[in-house]
């Protein structure tokens, strides 16, 4: 029943995930502090681009990833002839567009932690002679704590269980793209119904276990206030 | 010799409309100037312009010699330094301590100079609880912690807003007196936004009295206060509760502060009273003295 198993896929999701994660973190700590501070007219546009992808089918998004990232276009092209890596149905291509599709994921927790943040601590802390990047690293990012968890863990979460912007991008090719949700989808076209509920099991478990914590770390520290 | 010279304009958005703020002042150094006057005239944005947490339309400010400000209304600035290279120490209402550091930490963000910190928290009365953090304090080991750290950097000039408000009668005197010592010890110049006459007449050399973006009046607590064009001995605003008669006078019985006091009144004076009337109680000589109050008396409780 179980001969099928490959642990290959789910190693492959958790890379995706890892990376995608440090992406978007590193990406959107900057972003998130100058969304949270500026009262600047362009700033709706630029959070509802980025949460774009919570609203659209991921084959929309996918579709324009594949034409986006296609060799023939402008940025396929860059990075075909000028660093050798093909963006389509490749790790680096689902990885680019596991980026844009979890990168609200992560800059609404970490934004809407910062704003929270109350506005005479920063002030506190400039008068102190502290520049913003001091204040960001030495007050805001100790505060928002359980933002900053929510949006790793959920970024990681939501990346291991994309489906459709990974398959319209990178296929099913075994050990480059096929990830766990499509080696599902995969089994089930195939009927093979015994590995598949070992795998949807496995996702399930893992999805628990991780908005778990969430909810835990949460609680914890809101306690004290 | 003056350590702050501010010739600062900000229009302001009040209650009725908006209104252009307007001071021009200076300040000598070494003393205690007590900003005062009803909410939204004003005060907090004058402190917050000294500290470069809100930037004025246009004027200039010096202090202690070093221009802080400089610009004209609707050109942009041609000195405006940020809040980090000015040499103010803010105590915020509601103290702003940071709540994931310890009491010494708060400090020492500030400046890493430990013995600096020791010494403050020593001044102020906090050693012991120096690992303690701020959600654990009461109101008043908040605020002596927000002075300490206000001072770590040496400021030229110490702006407080509404430092002792919110706490007790008790602590309240305590920290006026901490406030006097730290003024007398270090020399720093500090200016206050306070509501309190008492605590205005206690610390303050001067008090500078806003009303609408306008600086209303400028003298020493006792000018304000005492010496007016009365020959009271003493003069207390408070409420009238009740008037009851007795035998062929009255006694009003008056509310001032949290203390309750019977005055006798005559007829004369009872025609002008009734109960919910705000009054001046006074005294010439022995007997004290009832009587309306007008506006040209000045109101301590809008300070």
């Known amino acids: 029943m179980s001969e099928g198993f490959d642990i290959e896929p789910f190693l492959l999701s958790f890379r995706l995930a890892a990376i995608t994660t440090v992406i978007l973190f590193a990406v959107s700590l900057p972003l998130a502090w100058k969304l949270s ?29 594949l034409v986006l990232l296609s060799g023939r276009s402008p940025l396929g092209m860059f990075f075909g002839e000028r660093l050798h890596i093909d963006l389509v149905f490749t790790f680096e291509g689902i990885l680019i567009a596991s980026c844009i599709y979890s990168f609200p994921f992560m800059l609404q927790p970490l934004q809407a932690g910062m704003e929270q943040v109350p506005v005479k601590l920063l002030e506190a802390s400039y008068t102190l002679g502290k520049s913003k990047l001091q204040t960001l690293l030495h007050v805001i990012l100790p505060n928002i704590k359980p933002s900053m968890l929510t949006g790793l863990i959920i970024t990681f979460a939501h990346t291991v269980g994309e489906f459709g912007v990974v398959l319209m991008v990178g296929g099913s090719i075994q050990g480059e793209t096929r990830v766990a949700s499509i080696a599902i989808y995969e089994l089930v076209e195939r009927m093979e119904y015994g590995t598949a509920h070992i795998y949807a099991a496995i996702l399930i478990a893992f999805s628990f276990a991780v908005l778990m914590t969430v909810y835990l770390l949460n609680h914890r520290y809101k306690i004290p206030g | 010799m003056n350590m ?120 102020v009365g906090l050693r012991q609880l120096r690992h303690a953090r701020p959600a ?115 006694i009003a019985v008056v509310a001032i502060g949290n203390n309750l006091v019977e005055v006798v009144i005559d007829s004369d004076e009872k025609e002008d009273l009734q109960a919910g009337d705000s009054v001046i109680v006074g005294t010439k000589a022995f007997n004290p003295t009832v009587r309306k109050f007008a506006a040209k008396d000045f109101d301590v409780s809008r300070l």
């Open chain 1, 37 to 65: 501070q500026t009262r600047s007219v362009f700033k709706p546009f630029v959070e509802a681009c980025i949460s774009m992808p919570i609203v659209l089918p991921p084959t929309v998004l996918g579709f324009y990833l």
């Open chain 2, 4 to 123: 702050v010279f501010a010739s600062l304009k900000k229009k302001l958005e009040g209650a009725d409309g908006a209104f252009m703020l307007e001071t021009e002042v200076e300040i000598a150094g070494g003393g205690i100037t007590a900003i005062a006057g009803p909410s939204g005239s004003g005060k907090t944005t004058f402190l917050r312009m000294l500290s470069g947490l809100t930037s004025p339309d246009g004027g200039s400010l010096e202090v202690d010699g070093e221009t802080w400000f400089r610009g004209e209304i609707g050109k942009t600035p041609q000195v405006n330094m940020k809040p980090q290279q000015r040499k103010a120490g803010v105590v915020f209402q509601g103290y702003a301590l940071f709540p994931h550091m310890s009491v010494l930490g708060n400090l020492l963000y500030a400046s890493r100079d430990r013995d600096m910190a020791e010494k403050l928290l020593q001044m």
């Open chain 2, 136 to 250: 654990n304090l009461s109101g008043g080991q908040k605020q002596r912690v927000a002075l300490a750290r206000a001072l770590m950097q040496q400021p030229r000039i110490l702006l407080l807003d509404e430092p002792l408000s919110a706490l007790d009668e008790r602590m309240k005197v305590l920290l006026q007196d901490k406030l006097l010592e730290i003024n007398r010890d270090l020399g720093v110049t500090i200016l206050l936004v306070t509501h309190d006459s008492s605590e205005m007449y206690r610390l303050c050399d001067r008090v500078l009295l806003f009303e609408k973006g306008r600086i209303a009046a400028d003298a020493s607590p006792r000018k304000l206060f005492v010496e007016r064009e009365t020959t009271q001995k003493f003069a207390f605003k408070g409420e009238i509760l009740e008037i009851r008669a007795v035998d062929a006078v009255y």
